[in-house]
């Protein structure tokens, strides 16, 4: 199963390197109380949410990457909001692919 992750330009290089970690990160920890991998199920999702929501809380001109990843067999996985999936294992390297770094 693939879904899509966005981050900063800046972290994408060490997702690559290193895999996706369960976590609460800086912008979900307004939200989230479980440490956990956010991914979008569509790429529309990913479209909708950069011009709605995700877009504003990124710096004006940060450039964001955009992630592929494929999610380990035998991963938790829950279901978020309707656009979204809430990965609760970690996810190495291996299964993550950078599709856009500016996007």
Do not use: C
Request: overall charge neutral; aromatic content about 10%.
């Amino acid at each position: 199963m693939y879904a899509y992750h966005v981050t900063t330009y800046k972290k994408s290089t060490r997702i690559l390197n290193y895999g996706l970690v369960p976590k609460i990160g800086i912008r979900s920890s307004k939200l989230e109380k479980q440490k956990a991998i956010y991914l979008f199920k569509t790429y529309s999702d990913v479209e909708n949410a950069l011009m709605n929501w995700l877009g504003d809380e990124f710096e004006e001109n940060e450039r964001l990457s955009l992630l592929k990843v494929n999610i380990p067999k035998g991963a938790i996985v829950e279901e978020g909001v309707e656009y979204e999936l809430v990965v609760l294992s970690k996810i190495p390297a291996k299964n993550i692919t950078l599709i856009k770094d500016d996007i």
